[in-house]
C-alpha cells in the first residue's frame, strides 16, 4: 500500500529586544516578550488552534487511515507553556489519538549540527525528553532544523542511535531519482532517510494561493490526480511543511482549511494512498539506494543550501563569535546563562541577517522583524557581546571558585605540612639534645633543670659535697639548687659551709664529676 | 550696523553643523553690538530669538496682481537663468503661467510663483525649487527691511543672498561652511558647484571657516585671494551639557568615532585602526555612532574583519545620547578626508574626552591639544588611540588643557573678525 506521509514544522523564535550600545554590560533581558506573546498569541488563534480541531476530526472521522507528525521545536513549546498552555493542550489531544507522531529536534531550533556535535546532540536529548515528557512519546524519528542534512550530520544522528530521518528531496541530491522512495545514507545505512517531494509540499504550502500559478485556485480534485499520476511502483509522497501553512502563511480566506478538510476523504476515493507516520514509513519499506550528501541541504529557497543562515560575512561572523563560547558556556553555573546560550542559537537570528533578497526576498522579508539584516546584525552583536560579558564573569568566577578551593586546600596542606615539619624538627632537636645531654652533661647544666629534677637529684648527692661543689660556683648556679633543698639539709648546708675554709680544686672536679653521673642517671 | 542674514536652519531644527554655527555666530555678533535679521525657510517658532529677528521665508506671500512682484521677478531671474536651477521654470513659462493666471482668475498653486510657498526646509527632492523661491523671498525681504550688509550662509542660500544684493544694492558676504568638494570628494554636482562660485564671484567678502577651505575657495573655483577671509568657527559654550552620573558598566577602554558615516567623515579609517589595536590589545571597544550612506557597508566590514563582538553600531544619536557616548568614551576619533572645520571634536574635548583629528580638518588649524594623524595613516590612528588609551599622563594633559583650549574658543571673538570683514564695506 502507498502512503502520504504529513509532517508539520512548528516553530516560533524568540525575538529579541531592540537592544542599544548603552545596555550592554548593564541590561541582560534580550527578549521583546510583549510581540513575542502577540505573535504567539495570533498564530495559535489563526493556525495552531483551529488546524488542531480540523485534524482532529479528520483523525475521529478516518480512523487509522488518516495520520499525521509534528515536530515542536523546543523554544515554540517554551513559548506556548509561558503564553498560552492551551496549545499544549491541543497537541495533547492529538497525541491521545494514537495516530500522531512526535518527531525530535534541536531544542533550540538551532544550527548546532553544523559547528558542534557535543552541543546539537545535548540539544537533541533535551528535546526528545522535552517530547516525551509533554507528549507520552519517546521520538525514534529525526528531523534537523530545516531538514538540514548532509553525511556528517547523519552520522551524529546515527551515533544517537536514530534509525530515521527527514530531510529534503533536493533535486543536486537525486538528480534522475525520485523523492518517493525510503534512502538510506551512504556513510551510516543504518539510517534511512524521507525525502521531501518539494513539488507536492510546495504546491500546499507555497503556491495554494499564489494567483499568478498556472494551476491556481488548487483543488484537491487536482491535487489527488496529481497524486494518482505518480507512478504505481512509488511508494510515499513526503508531504513536509511549516504547520503555520494553515492559516497564517495562507490566510483562511485562500480555502487552506476546507482544502484540507477534504483532501483526506478524497485521497481514499480518488487514489489508492493512505496515510502514515514516517515511524511506520520507516519499519514498513526497505530502503532502495544509498544517498550521499557531501555537503549540506536544506528546504529552504531554490538553492535548497544553508545561505539563507550562514554565508554572508555577517552571519559567519556572529555564528562564530557565538560558538567560540561554547566551551567557557559550559563550564558556567548560572541557568539564565544557559538559557540565554539555547535562545541565542536559534536559527532565526540568522535568517534574519540574510542579504540575498532577490530570488527569495519575500519570503524572508515576511519573517522578518528587521527593517535590514543589518539592523538584526548590529541588534544580535550588541546582545550577544553583552552575553559574552556574562559568561567571560561567570566562567571566571566558577574559575575563581575553583582556584580558590584549590588555593585554600594548598593553604591547608602548607599549615599541616608547616606543623609537621615542626614538630618533626623539635622532635629531632628534642631527641638530639636528649642525646647530647646523655653525652655529655656538665654541672652547670642544673641550672636548666626544673626544680623537681633538682629535688631528685639532691637526694642522690651527699651535702658535704655539694657544699664543696657549690663554694666558688656561679651565684646563678646556686640560687637555683639552694632553695630546693630540705630545711634539714639547708642546715647541714650552712654548717658545712661554715667549717669549710678552703676547697681543694681536686675535690671540686671529682665531686662535679659524681653529681653529672648522678643527672645522667636520674 | 544691522546685518540681513540668510540661512537655511536654526536650532532647535538642525540636521548638521551649520545650524548650530549660525546660531553661534549671531549670539557673537550681539555681543559685539550688530543686529542680525535672520531669514530661514522654515520656521517652528520655538527658535531662539535672542539674539535675532527671525524672519520665516513662509510667511512671505506674493501678490500677482501686485506691481512689485514683477520687479522681484526681474531682479532674480538673471540668476535663474544663469545657474539653471529652475529649467521647468523660465521666464517664458513664467510669463505663460502669469498670463494664464491673468485671463482665468485661477489661482496658481505649487510652484515657485504662486501666491503662497510652503518650505519644507529640507534637503529634499523639491530643494531646487526651494532656493528658488527662497531667493524669491530675499529679493522682496531686501526692499522692505532696513539693514547694511547681506551676509548668506551655504550655497543653498547664496542665491537669496545675490537676488538681495541685485534688489537692495547693498554689499554682500558669502560664507563657506562647507564645499561641493568636502560633500562629494571629486564627483562634485555641477550645479551646486555652479552656484557656489557665481556666489562668491557676485560677493563683496567670502569667509571661509579654515585655510584648508580658504585653499580650496582660491584654487578650485578660482576666486580673487583679496577677498577670501578665513574666520575659524568657534563653540557656543551655552550648547554643551555634559550629563553627571553616567556609569560606566563595560571595563574596557571605550573610542568613539561620531559623525555622518559618509565618504568625507572617513569611516572606514576609523575601522581599519580598530582591528589593527583589536589584535594585540582586547581591552579596547569601539563604537560608531551615527547614520549615513556608507553604514551598511562599513557593518559588513566589520563583520568581516571579525571584530563585532568589540566594534559596535548605535545608529543616529540625538540630545542626551550624544552627552551619554562623550561620557563613556576614553578616545574621541576624527579621521575625517576632508573636513572644513569640524565641532565634533570640540564637542569631546569639553567633555574631557582626548581626540584624535586628521590633519585635512580645518579645526586641527586651531587645535593644540589633540593628536593630529593623515586620514589616510591608518598605522598613526591606530598608535595615538593605543597611546592614549594606555598612557595616562599622555591621556591626563590632554583632557586638562584641551578642555581649557576650547573654552577659550569663544564666538565672540569669532564675530569680533566678522565684523571687521564688514566694516570696509560700509560706505
Not at chain 1, 516560533?12 to 513575542?36: A, C, E, S
Not at chain 1, 545535548?122 to 526528545?128: E, L, P, S, T
Not at chain 1, 509522497?237 to 484540507?260: A, K, P, S
Not at chain 2, 599622555?394 to 570683514?421: M, P, Q, R
Amino acid at each position: 500500500m502507498r502512503s502520504i506521509c504529513f509532517y508539520f514544522q512548528v516553530h516560533q523564535p524568540y525575538r529579541l529586544r531592540t537592544y542599544r550600545f548603552f545596555d550592554i554590560g548593564n541590561k541582560h533581558n534580550y527578549l521583546d516578550d510583549y510581540t513575542n506573546k502577540m505573535i504567539l498569541k495570533r498564530v495559535a488563534e489563526k493556525s495552531y488552534l483551529p488546524m488542531n480541531q480540523i485534524l482532529l476530526d479528520l483523525i475521529i472521522e478516518h480512523g487509522s487511515n488518516f495520520k499525521v507528525s509534528f515536530s515542536i521545536s523546543g523554544i515554540a513549546l517554551d513559548q506556548f507553556e509561558t503564553y498560552h498552555p492551551e496549545i499544549i493542550n491541543s497537541f495533547k489531544k492529538l497525541a491521545e489519538t494514537g495516530n500522531v507522531e512526535f518527531l525530535t529536534e534541536t531544542y533550540a531550533h538551532s544550527l548546532a549540527s553544523l559547528k558542534s556535535k557535543d552541543e546539537f546532540t545535548r540539544q537533541v536529548q533535551m528535546h526528545a525528553e522535552k517530547t516525551e515528557r509533554l507528549f507520552g512519546q519517546k521520538p525514534v524519528t529525526f528531523r534537523n532544523t530545516e531538514l538540514i542534512y548532509s553525511d556528517e550530520i547523519g552520522s551524529m544522528v546515527a551515533d544517537m542511535g536514530y534509525k530515521l530521518m527527514l530531510t529534503e528531496g533536493a533535486k543536486h541530491i537525486l538528480g534522475w531519482r525520485s523523492p518517493n522512495y525510503l534512502y538510506h545514507s551512504a556513510k551510516n545505512p543504518e539510517l534511512n532517510l524521507l525525502l521531501k517531494n518539494f513539488r507536492l509540499s510546495d504546491d500546499i504550502a507555497f503556491r495554494f494561493s499564489e494567483q499568478s500559478w498556472k494551476d491556481w485556485p488548487l483543488t484537491t480534485d487536482k491535487f489527488t490526480n496529481w497524486l494518482s499520476n505518480i507512478k504505481p511502483e512509488e511508494e510515499v509522497v513526503n508531504l513536509f511543511m511549516d504547520y503555520e501553512t494553515f492559516g497564517e502563511h495562507q490566510w483562511v480566506e485562500t480555502g487552506i482549511f476546507d482544502f484540507m478538510k477534504a483532501l483526506p476523504g478524497d485521497v481514499f476515493s480518488n487514489t489508492n494512498f493512505k496515510f502514515a507516520t514516517p515511524k511506520e514509513i520507516g519499519s514498513k519499506l526497505k530502503p532502495v539506494s544509498a544517498l550521499s550528501v557531501p555537503t549540506p541541504i536544506s528546504w529552504a529557497d531554490e538553492e535548497r543550501d544553508l545561505t539563507a543562515w550562514l554565508g554572508n560575512d555577517m552571519q559567519d561572523e556572529a555564528f562564530d563569535k557565538l560558538y567560540q563560547l561554547e566551551d567557557k558556556v559550559k563550564t558556567c553555573n548560572d541557568p539564565q546563562i544557559l538559557n540565554d546560550w539555547l535562545y541565542l542559537q536559534t536559527s532565526d537570528h540568522f535568517y534574519y541577517m540574510c542579504t540575498k533578497w532577490f530570488s527569495d526576498g519575500d519570503v524572508h522579508s515576511y519573517f522578518n522583524p528587521y527593517g535590514t539584516p543589518y539592523d538584526a546584525f548590529i541588534n544580535y552583536m550588541n546582545v550577544l557581546s553583552d552575553f559574552i560579558i556574562r559568561v567571560e564573569n561567570n566562567s571566571k568566577t566558577t574559575k575563581d571558585d575553583f582556584s580558590g578551593l584549590k588555593e585554600a586546600v594548598s593553604n591547608i596542606a602548607g599549615k599541616v605540612e608547616n606543623v609537621a615539619r615542626k614538630t618533626a624538627r623539635a622532635t629531632s632537636q628534642k631527641a638530639k639534645s636528649t642525646f647530647e645531654k646523655g653525652s655529655k652533661i656538665k654541672f652547670e647544666d642544673i641550672k636548666e633543670m626544673s626544680d623537681t629534677m633538682i629535688k631528685k637529684l639532691l637526694k642522690e648527692i651527699k651535702i658535704e659535697e655539694l657544699t664543696v661543689v657549690l663554694k666558688d660556683a656561679e651565684k646563678e648556679l646556686t640560687d637555683k639548687v639552694l632553695p630546693n633543698l630540705s630545711k634539714r639539709a639547708k642546715k647541714k648546708y650552712e654548717d658545712f659551709e661554715q667549717e669549710l675554709k678552703k676547697v681543694n680544686i681536686s675535690d671540686i672536679k671529682k665531686y662535679k664529676k659524681k653529681i653529672e653521673d648522678k643527672i645522667k642517671n636520674l | 550696523m544691522r546685518i540681513l542674514m540668510f540661512g537655511w536652519e536654526f536650532p532647535p531644527h538642525i540636521t548638521g553643523g551649520l545650524g548650530t554655527a549660525c546660531f553661534g555666530l549671531t549670539k557673537g555678533l550681539a555681543k559685539n553690538g550688530v543686529d542680525v535679521i535672520f531669514v530661514v525657510p522654515k520656521a517652528y517658532g520655538d527658535e531662539s530669538e535672542e539674539a535675532v529677528r527671525l524672519v520665516n521665508a513662509s510667511d512671505i506671500r506674493f501678490d500677482f496682481k501686485d506691481e512689485n512682484y514683477n520687479e522681484y521677478w526681474e531682479r532674480i531671474k538673471y540668476f535663474e537663468i544663469g545657474s539653471n536651477i529652475v529649467p521647468y521654470v523660465g521666464p517664458e513659462e513664467f510669463s505663460r503661467v502669469y498670463k494664464k493666471q491673468q485671463k482665468t482668475g485661477e489661482e496658481i498653486t505649487s510652484n515657485v510663483f504662486s501666491r503662497d510657498y510652503k518650505f519644507s526646509g529640507k534637503y529634499g527632492a523639491n530643494l531646487m525649487e526651494e532656493i528658488a523661491r527662497y531667493a524669491l523671498v530675499a529679493s522682496a525681504l531686501s526692499l522692505k527691511e532696513d539693514f547694511d550688509i547681506i551676509h548668506a550662509h551655504d550655497w543653498l542660500t547664496y542665491p537669496a543672498g545675490v537676488a538681495a544684493k541685485e534688489s537692495s544694492g547693498k554689499p554682500l558676504v558669502v560664507h563657506m561652511h562647507a564645499t561641493e568638494f568636502d560633500r562629494t570628494g571629486e564627483n562634485v554636482n555641477t550645479i551646486v558647484y555652479g552656484i557656489e562660485k557665481e556666489g562668491m564671484e557676485k560677493a563683496d567678502r567670502v569667509i571661509t571657516v579654515s585655510n584648508l577651505t580658504r585653499r580650496t575657495v582660491i584654487e578650485k573655483y578660482g576666486i580673487d585671494p583679496g577677498k577670501v577671509i578665513t574666520v575659524h568657527n568657534a563653540v557656543d559654550q551655552d550648547m554643551f551639557s555634559e550629563i553627571a552620573g553616567v556609569k560606566k558598566y563595560l571595563k574596557e577602554k571605550i573610542v568613539t568615532f561620531l559623525g555622518r558615516i559618509t565618504f568625507q567623515k572617513g569611516p572606514e579609517y576609523f575601522i581599519e585602526a580598530a582591528a589593527k589595536i583589536l589584535r594585540k590589545d582586547p581591552n579596547v571597544r569601539f563604537v560608531m555612532a551615527g547614520s549615513g550612506d556608507m553604514l551598511n557597508k562599513m557593518i559588513e566590514r566589520v563583520a568581516q574583519l571579525r571584530i563585532a563582538d568589540k566594534f559596535h553600531f548605535t545608529g543616529f544619536l540625538k540630545g542626551e545620547d550624544i552627552d551619554r557616548m562623550f561620557a563613556l568614551s576614553d578616545v574621541f576619533v576624527m579621521p575625517s578626508v576632508s573636513e572644513p572645520f569640524g565641532i565634533v571634536p570640540l564637542e569631546a574635548m569639553r567633555s574631557s574626552v582626548p581626540v584624535v583629528i586628521s590633519k585635512q580638518s580645518g579645526v586641527a588649524e586651531i587645535l593644540e591639544h589633540a593628536l593630529k594623524v593623515d586620514f589616510w595613516d591608518v598605522d598613526a590612528i591606530a598608535d595615538s588611540i593605543y597611546g592614549l588609551c594606555h598612557y595616562e599622563a599622555l591621556s591626563k594633559t590632554f583632557v586638562k588643557y584641551g578642555k581649557e583650549e576650547v573654552e577659550n574658543l569663544k564666538w565672540e571673538d569669532a564675530s569680533k573678525k566678522i565684523k571687521n570683514v564688514y566694516e570696509p564695506l560700509l560706505v
